[in-house]
T-cell receptor
Framework: AQSVSQHNHHVILSEAASLELGCNYSYGGTVNLFWYVQYPGQHLQLLLKYFSGDPLVKGIKGFEAEFIKSKFSFNLRKPSVQWSDTAEYFCAASSGNTGKLIFGQGTTLQVKP | DTAVSQTPKYLVTQMGNDKSIKCEQNLGHDTMYWYKQDSKKFLKIMFSYNNKELIINETVPNRFSPKSPDKAHLNLHINSLELGDSAVYFC?????????????FGPGTRLTVT
């Protein structure tokens, strides 16, 4: 069955620390991968996505993610987090033509000033 | 110029009632979705419509009935509400036939069933 898992449920960092959030997927065939962010009280916004080409993708606000096919992973990174990065982060995957997104469990990131 | 809007933002109701949540998108997208986010913030797709046609129905109880009067609207009607229906419901839209396209999400409707 198709699934997405995020290893870190709650991460607490100090400002300027580096961030890496893990995401693994289980899909047969071609997969499209996404990271969405949900700031407190707001709707989900796309941070970045991968569907083909360069496996290192850059997104908004200094985030990047690397698609490693052999590890079925799509980890999110940021070299230096800010207090404003405090949010929920969701990894998601889709395939085929329906656009059906399967989400991971989400990671709560708390950045201390 | 809100892209995906939902009404109401908050909905508090009693068990057994029937309620509706409305969703509208002004992005010109052909595909719309409903997701449910539970108390643990886990997001799960419920339905998807492509140009008013149902294309995804994820084993949701038949008390939930989506209705798409046109491709810019996807409403969710819930009959005989139960405590377990309490959640945040998100509407989303994207361009059709392209699963790698970004989905744009609405602000969510927090439903509380008492």
């Amino acid at each position: 069955a198709q699934s997405v898992s995020q290893h870190n449920h709650h991460v607490i960092l100090s400002e300027a620390a580096s961030l890496e959030l893990g995401c693994n997927y289980s899909y047969g065939g071609t997969v499209n991968l996404f990271w969405y962010v949900q700031y407190p009280g707001q709707h989900l916004q796309l941070l970045l996505k991968y569907f083909s080409g360069d496996p290192l993708v850059k997104g908004i606000k200094g985030f990047e993610a690397e698609f490693i096919k052999s590890k079925f992973s799509f980890n999110l990174r940021k070299p230096s987090v800010q207090w404003s990065d405090t949010a929920e982060y969701f990894c998601a995957a889709s395939s085929g033509n329906t656009g059906k997104l399967i989400f991971g469990q989400g990671t709560t990131l708390q950045v201390k000033p | 110029d809100t892209a995906v809007s939902q009404t109401p933002k908050y909905l508090v109701t009693q068990m057994g009632n029937d309620k509706s949540i409305k969703c509208e998108q002004n992005l010109g997208h052909d595909t719309m979705y409903w997701y449910k986010q539970d108390s643990k913030k886990f997001l799960k797709i419920m339905f998807s419509y492509n140009n008013k046609e149902l294309i995804i129905n994820e084993t949701v109880p038949n008390r939930f009935s989506p209705k798409s009067p046109d491709k810019a609207h996807l409403n969710l009607h819930i009959n005989s509400l139960e405590l377990g229906d309490s959640a945040v419901y998100f509407c989303a839209s994207s361009q059709a036939g392209t699963s790698w396209k970004e989905q744009y999400f609405g602000p969510g409707t927090r439903l509380t069933v008492t």
